[in-house]
């Protein structure tokens, strides 16, 4: 049996453990380290703290299948639809750029995270650890040594590091050293957005009385999206109130990237007040700083992933080898599968 470590519980990771879990069970004992509390990665699911049903989407929105992706992904699309995962987007989302015609949107009812919670599900067997946040990975004669912070280091034969490519060069330990220079010139090359975005909860009962579910806001410097979060996932509750889920531009993002969120946060409402100045008055916000968003330059040619080392195998994947969104998740989740199946 070969121990696999799969590197952050976001959908590439948790879909990679899925579809080893699926295909080489006999092969393999897999391994989760997520640096963070929760599964989802940029497709987490935030909870108001007094009311933990009361849910709001801080990252990704809603799933477009272009009709090229609803063919080559159909048995995703098939699978997470037949799962009560997926249902097709019904609500009105105003400002919307049609991407190809033909194209079909999805919600995802229980919030974003379910989508990632079903591919570990469906990983059963897996170990997955929350809160291992890794630090150092050293080549140790045929396999791999992990370091993560505040726990000791662990041994692995095959290594799959699926976190932002910047977070993937902070790495300590023999990575700098394993790669070559045409392919530190490809991931140095990567660029991302970033953008904070805030989520706002409401007591049961508050109404927001809007005609759209979601908006996208051209006339704001601060404010680029706006959704009534449960509205767009088409969902209707007596013990929640609404959640509102608030993007800011990628322009105010990058100006207080460095700024702490008590700071951005009164910002980002003042800004919203001029946007939707009868707001009702919100039980709770959270406040979330996307400095890795959406993928802006990929890796050259989107390859899916890049194999650092064969012997001992150390695979890269994630969004920035192909494209921001759930497609470009499972694309290079079956481009990291290709060369584990082919190695073990
Ligand atoms: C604001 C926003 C809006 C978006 N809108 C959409 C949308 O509407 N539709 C769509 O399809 N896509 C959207 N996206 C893009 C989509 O969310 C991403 O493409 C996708 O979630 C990337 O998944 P991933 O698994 O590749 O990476 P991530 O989700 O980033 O997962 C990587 C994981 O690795 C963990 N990690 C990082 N470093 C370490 C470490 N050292 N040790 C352990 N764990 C670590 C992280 O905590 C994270 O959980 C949006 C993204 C954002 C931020």
């Not at 993007?247 to 946007?275: A, M, N, R």
Request: hydrophobic residues 35%; contains cysteine; glycine residues 8%.
């Amino acid at each position: 049996m070969s121990r696999v470590l799969i590197v952050g519980a976001g959908l590439t990771g948790s879909l990679c453990a899925c579809l080893l879990r699926r295909e080489l069970s006999d092969k393999v004992k897999i391994v989760v380290w997520e640096k963070s509390r929760g599964t989802g990665g940029r497709m987490s699911t935030s909870r108001s703290p007094s009311n933990m049903s009361c849910t709001a989407d801080l990252g990704a929105q809603y799933i477009t299948a272009t009709p090229y992706y609803s063919q080559i992904h159909k048995s995703f699309y098939e699978e997470l639809l037949l799962h009560d995962v997926l249902k097709p987007l019904e609500a009105t989302i105003e400002g919307m750029m049609l991407k190809d015609e033909g194209s079909l949107n999805y919600v995802t009812p229980s919030g974003v995270s379910s989508i990632v919670k079903h591919y570990l599900k469906e990983s059963a067997g897996a170990e997955v650890f929350f809160g291992h946040h890794v630090t150092h990975v050293y080549r140790r004669g045929s396999g791999w040594e992990v370091c993560r912070k505040g726990g000791s280091p662990e041994q692995f034969d095959v290594v799959v590091l699926t976190m932002p490519v910047p977070q993937i060069l902070q790495l300590q330990g023999d990575i700098g050293s394993l790669l070559k220079d045409s392919e530190r010139q490809k991931l140095e090359a990567v660029s991302y957005s970033s953008r904070f975005a805030l989520g706002l909860f409401y007591k049961a009962g508050v109404q927001i009385s809007v005609p759209w579910a979601a908006k996208y806001v051209s006339s704001n410097p601060c404010i680029r999206y706006i959704a009534i979060d449960d509205k767009k996932r088409n969902l209707v509750s007596d013990e929640c109130g609404p959640s509102l889920v608030v993007h800011t531009s990628v322009p105010f993002g990058l100006q207080h990237l460095e700024d702490p969120l008590e700071e951005v946060q009164p910002v980002i409402l003042c800004e919203l007040e001029k946007v939707m100045p009868e707001l009702p008055k919100p039980e709770n916000i959270k406040c979330q700083k996307w400095r890795y968003s959406q993928v802006t330059g990929s890796v050259t040619d989107c390859p899916g992933q890049i194999t650092l080392l064969s012997k001992p195998l150390l695979v890269c994947g994630g969004d920035a080898f192909t494209h921001s969104n759930f497609d470009g998740c499972v694309e290079s989740a079956l481009k990291v599968f290709e060369v584990l199946k082919s190695s073990l």
